[in-house]
């Protein structure tokens, strides 16, 4: 058994702050990944980092600009932390040595970004989280903090009490890739999670293939509640054939789009008379599918994004990247020619319930990064918004883990904090399926933590015998199956019908799910175990979206309903709650806080 | 949209499911969704105008059949703008789940995927399929050791990298409260290429003075080092210290100007070039010292 | 890591040199060849003619230098790559050792020969 | 448990024929490089003879330049010292930076190079053996 004060789970730009900070406050912290730190998903942000950092700009315009993109769904506090504190945690940056982009008189550039009132999106190039990534990876290196990496956490060590609230977590079982090993990590003040996105929910994502949401899906059951899951930001600007990311970058420099009549119909069309391209991404990923369905997409597929009117050399100098990778992954070359793009699943908003600390309603078991909602975002995320998100509440929460902070947190989590009961007319049972159920364990309940550790890691040692020993269904069949199901009838537009067919699909992969199996019967770097025990965190995910989706009947940020073609402050300025107690499931809503330390946000029409 | 139909049918198969025991009804999806499965799989071979023959190398120190190294070979449809990577994937989803590799990212920023590709290393999520010789030969990276099928041992890669102490660590920061270093933008020019690095480790697998001494840093930790020499924001002195480390024993004088890690960098980092540059560095240093 | 942090780094000074000599001998050994393959016939090389070239005392200390430079060149050359085959230890000392005698001899030898060229000796 | 497959050095060396322009560079100046300090040992060796009397030098220089297969070896020398030689400056360019970009190109021309200055000097040298 491993022992360490702080375990950090994924080591993204979130984990890395995380453990950076704990470990300045004296933590003994040990980071526990998947991937090797580098290989995080953090890396393939492009665009840019917000902060305001000009003496024009002031950190309540950025909150005042975060509320409005969030459709007035964020919780005050957490934006009003988030964007006082994002000017530090990038200037920190600066000082870690990354690469950002220069004026002439070597201050860091900032360039305007979709749905910001001010130019504050600081980048370094067109490769900012890859820059980010590395500088906090080096820092971490240089701290001598200890990495795990290639292990997979599996499973949380949580109590059993029968109210989440009471329960407390007590460390993590991590199988060890290279060897098939299982170890308990005991961790004295606390667990973070920081585990990233979850597009593989999605069969068309702008997300690496390791975004399975496994913190979203263990913290669920062991009892955090996920909040506000049916908001799935879809970008605009992403290659059709791989899912791609064409940063947001190229139309914050100028780049227009155009449907296949050659009109630059953002304007033309009157989607974003004012904005146009730069509207944030809700507005002109809908904008996009409109004209695709009404027959004026290319190929009846995509629409072009041109940036050859920027010239060759502004275009080199600050979108280089954006060349190549339209370049390699779509044989295009953005200098001669409009780049093909469509809108592909790219942000989670929603996620574990935290407050503007990172906790989640379990004792010692915190949640950062995408994985998290702190409701910073809301409903809608704005571009470069998410980059400082893992800087600022990696630290809070790794301040916080290590006993630095002394302050009270205003967000309330858990089930104390319920405001009402949700519920939707659900085509078929959610939650666990009723059969005793050995390839998807929960918590274990014992006296001592070292017990509750214990017994979770013979928990998961089991599951992980079943699956190597029995025969039945590949996995990826019934990921497949999900993937499908989402991006047919959960996608930017939802109707009532779809949502229902999507939750039947998703229930059929949970009953398949039952029979799967690994047939690779190596202890040896056993991927296939891996990609099965990932696949039944999608199959979790995947009806939190969906529930959440059927449940609210509005138009608000991302989440678009046919039927519901406005945003009805009067009855949904709330989160929805779907949480997860023992295999049964609860949907309920918890009030939006909007009272933030300098003004209380007043919901306007949000036009760009 | 299709959605009616498929409502239909659900109705169907549930209203007929009904009466069956819930195992009985799970082994019965399973078996259709095996069918369906087939099915599809046999359309996309048709579908496809052409297939692809991939010999892949499989070892595995567990599996009696894989413990002497093979190649096996996989029949893969080919679509447009698909990758070796997208073929990889294929194959073990399709027909062999024990196919073992790292992706994580698909588009060349995470480092994961670097192969032995067609005799070149490349990244696999990279490489698109019509730009090479088929069948495809894929094998783990060269020079290093092998784990498990196209997986090798990156443990020593790490080492190399984390020697040359690649962090930043200036001499001293602005007093001002949030305020930021200066840059020149030609400084940060220049070190911009070398910031590039995903720690793929295709160059250090190309290079035959790595093959050969296992302690010479390689191209991709000299790279590093370079990244932070070269950087104004550091002092003189880091900066000196960071020339002695490079200038040891198995560090740039190594280097045999092979060029084939810039050959394969697949950030296009010109390697050789900072690799020659540091040299020059450290010759002018230590005729100061003279 | 780093083995040693001395500010005379030897293999910054062998690298060096070996760049160093390498520029002259492109000279030396072009205007070497050209002369007594292409200008004089090397069928036709007698003790005379040597002799007649050596008794000038610039191209006699041009050979002598020619010598110990290509001397140098080639076996630090040869040092190096033994080292980059990860020659190390007492072995490398060894090696070290008989290459420097090999040279040292070399070049003497060849002195020796120079200096009855010139009818010195 | 987890223990790996280590290709070992000869199986790596085994791929030269992936190997790409810099490593050919390489091998070929490597081999020309040795071939050229044999050479010189060789040569002084010769020369030594010039120690012992005049006359056994001159007759034993003639003596060689007599053997047809000494004038071909002589032709052999010739090119790898102008591969050496050219190359060798490609490579002093590269320790300074200049012309990275076509390393590859500077290697093809100085094999060509190397070729024709060969081919040229036949004449040259087989001139009076046959
Ligand atoms: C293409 C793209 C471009 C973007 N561009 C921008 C931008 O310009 N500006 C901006 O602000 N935001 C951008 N974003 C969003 C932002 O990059 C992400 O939200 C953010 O990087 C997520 O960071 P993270 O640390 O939460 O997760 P990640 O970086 O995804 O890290 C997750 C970590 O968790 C580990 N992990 C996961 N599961 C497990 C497990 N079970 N066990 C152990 N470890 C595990 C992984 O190994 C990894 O280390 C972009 C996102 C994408 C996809
Ligand atoms: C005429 C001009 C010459 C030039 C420009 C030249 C250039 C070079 C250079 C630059 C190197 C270093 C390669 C490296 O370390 O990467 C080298 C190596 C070498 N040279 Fe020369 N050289 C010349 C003549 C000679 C001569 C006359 C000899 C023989 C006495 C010789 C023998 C060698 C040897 C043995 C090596 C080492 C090869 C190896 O790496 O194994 N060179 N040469
Ligand atoms: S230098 Fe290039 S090839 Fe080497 S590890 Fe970095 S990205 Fe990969
Ligand atoms: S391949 Fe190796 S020899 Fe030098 S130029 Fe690259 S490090
Ligand atoms: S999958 Fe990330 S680099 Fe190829």
Redesign the pocket.
Known sequence: MHEHDVIV???????LRAAIEAHEEGADVAL????H?V????G???????AALHPEDSWDLHAYDTMKGSDYLGDAPAIDAFAQEAPDEVIQLEHWGMPFSREEDGTVSQRPFGGLSHPRTTYAGAE??HHL?HTMYEQVVKRGIEVYDE????QLAVTEEDDPDERTCYGAV?YEIATGEIHGFYARDGVIL????L?EVFDHT???I???G??QA?AYRAGAPMEDMEFVQFHPTTLPSTGV?I??GVRGEGGILYNDEEERFMFEHGYANNEGELASRDVVSRAELTQINEGKGIEDEYVHLDMRHLGEERILDRLENILHLAEDFEGVDGLDEPMPVKPGQ??QMGGIEVDEYGQTCIDGLYA????ACYSLHGSNRL????????MVFGSRAGRHVAGAVGEEPEIPTGPGAKSENGSIDAPVNLGGVADPDPVATDGGELATPQDVLEATVEAERERVETLLERDGINHADVREKVQKTMTENVNVFREESNLKQALKDIREARELYQEVAVRDPSRTYNTDILHTIETRNVIDCAEAITVGALAREEFRGAHWRMKHQERKDDEWLKHTMYAWNDGKTDLYYKPVILEGEEQTYEPKERSY | MSTQVTEQTETETEEQTEEQSPGERRREKKEQLQREREQEKSDLLDEAEETVELKIFRYDPEVPEKEEPRFDSFEVPFFEGMTVLDALIYARDTYDSSLTFRHSCRQAVCGSDALFINGKQRLGCKTQMVDLEWPIRIEPLPHQEVVKDLVVDMEHFYEQMHAVEPYFDPDELPDGEREEQRQTPENREKVKLSTRCIWCGACMSSCNVAAGDNQYLGPAAINKAYRFAMDEREGTDRKEDRLRIIEQEHGVWRCQTQFSCTEVCPKDIPLTEHIQELKREAVKSNLKFW | MAEHYSSFQRGTWRWLFQRLTAVFLVGALGFHFVLLHFVNHAAEISFMGTQARMDQIGYFSLMVVFLVTAAFHGINGVYNALINQGLKGTQRRVVAGVLTLAGVLLVGQGTYVALHMNGFL | MSSSYDRGTVESFGRWQEFSAGMWAWVLHKFTGWILIGYLFTHIAVLSTATQSPEMYTDTLQGLEELVIVRFLEIGLLAVAVFHILNGVRLLMVDLGIGLGSQDKSFYASLVLTAVIALASIPTFLGGVF
């Open positions: 789970v994924g080591a993204g730009g979130a984990g526990v990944t998947k991937l730190p290989r995080s998903h953090t393939a942000a492009e665009g840019g980092i917000n900012t989280g990534l292990w997979y956490v599996s991590a920081a585990t990233g996105g597009g702008t997300n690496a390791a975004c399975t496994d913190g263990m990311l940063s947001e790219h942000y950062v990064g995408e994985c571009g470069g918004n998410a980059l400082p998100e893992l």
